[in-house]
């Protein structure tokens, strides 16, 4: 069984930046694609960025192009996700999430203040 974990999130200043991580573990994390969602308050989960398997292919979001950049380091038995954030505005206040397969991760709050 797999299980995702995100850290980093918190509150920063618009302009700002913040590296969210997700750690996978479980066994067989190395083998499968990793993505980030999020989800606004009282807003529907949005794609925020995706990486393959063994990190030589990405995809970003439209809304965060430009802005966020996705990365992943593999290890035996887990992989740890990296989603640098950039230029952070307040419109990306929200729970951010990682996601494989169908397990997720219990979320990450960032927070950005004007």
């Known amino acids: 069984q797999e299980q995702l974990v995100e850290s980093g999130g918190g509150l920063v200043q618009a302009g700002g930046s913040l590296r969210l991580s997700c750690e996978a573990s479980g066994g067989t994390s190395s083998t499968f694609g990793i993505n980030w969602f999020r989800q606004a308050p009282g807003k529907g989960r949005e794609f925020v960025a995706s990486?393959?398997?063994?990190?030589?292919?990405?995809?970003?979001g439209d809304s965060v192009k430009g802005r966020f950049t996705i990365s992943r380091d593999n290890h035996k038995n887990k992989s740890t996700v990296y989603l640098q954030m950039s230029n952070l505005k307040t419109k990306n206040t929200a729970i951010y999430y990682c996601n494989a397969i169908h397990f997720w991760g219990p979320g990450s709050q960032v927070t950005v203040s004007s």
């Open positions: 990486i393959n398997a063994n990190g030589d292919t990405t995809l970003i």
